[in-house]
């Protein structure tokens, strides 16, 4: 595709998206979140895609808006997306949490802001021991957007939310792993090798029960023990009809590594 500020990449079932703006930070800057939105429609809507990578160029992930495109009143940050009403971030938002495969952010350096934000609302987090986490928009004079408040408490405690949103401290990498903001903290130079790691490892693994647990795990808070327990004997009928089931069992007993369609 070609885009100004995002580039996206495709190989052995992974998909890479790569916000691509490094002289301004990786900001959200012109219509760039638009075209995360379209880069991420493209790849939810294509079943060759079983897992996908969120990064950015050069030293920094994403330092949310464009603080010029703020200070002059030219932001587009409010803009809907083509596809919907809702702004391109928040479109942006639900396309990670809908679709039905895991999203990984690989935070090569700085997160802040939406940045940030755009890195909690993905499945799972990896990051460089150079990444920096800071929901810093209380300094801006603006409130959390991208998910923010909905996804930082369910990882981090509310009390522990309150703490980075209210003050808009910085946090370095250990500290984020710490506190459960990052799965893994990896050093700077291995990040690229240990996200594809990652991301390949869910790759490979059969598509429908993953997409299932995807969905079933985004419940965890609200389901009681009974709704849980009938979601997963649904899913299980479900995947004891398919092919993959037979693809799974029969390569364990032939002792070798299963290869799943997805169906």
Not at 25 to 44: H, K, T, W
Not at 114 to 135: H, T, Y
Not at 236 to 261: H, N, T, Y
């Amino acid at each position: 595709m070609d885009w100004e500020h995002v580039l996206l990449e495709k190989k052995d079932h992974v998909a890479t998206i790569t916000l691509n703006r490094p002289e301004r930070f990786n900001s959200f800057g012109g219509l760039m979140r638009q075209e995360i939105v379209a880069a991420l429609e493209d790849v939810a809507a294509d079943p060759s895609v079983r897992a996908v990578v969120i990064t950015g160029v050069g030293k920094y992930f994403c330092t949310g808006g464009d603080v010029n495109e703020f200070a002059t009143g030219t932001t587009k940050a409010l803009e809907a997306a083509v596809s919907a009403a809702r702004p391109a971030m928040s479109r942006a938002v639900i396309l990670i949490n809908s679709m039905e495969k895991p999203v990984i952010a690989s935070v090569n350096g700085a997160a802040a802001g939406g940045g940030v934000n755009l890195a909690l609302a993905c499945d799972l987090r990896i990051a460089s021991e150079k990444a920096r986490f800071g929901q810093v928009f209380v300094r801006r004079g603006v409130h959390p957007d991208w998910g923010g408040i909905y996804f930082l408490p369910r990882l981090v405690g509310y009390a522990k939310a309150c703490e980075l949103i209210f003050s808009g401290d910085v946090v370095d990498a250990a500290e984020a792993l710490k506190i459960g903001m990052v799965n893994k903290v990896v050093p700077h130079d291995d990040l690229p090798a240990a996200a594809w790691e990652m991301a390949s490892r869910f790759a490979t693994s059969a598509p429908i029960p993953v997409a299932f647990a995807k969905r079933g795990l985004q419940n965890f808070g609200k389901w009681s023990l009974n709704e849980a327990l009938d979601y997963e004997a649904y899913v299980l009928s479900v995947c004891m009809k398919s092919e993959d089931i037979i693809e799974g069992f029969g390569a364990f007993l032939e002792k070798r590594e299963p290869v799943f369609k997805g169906r």
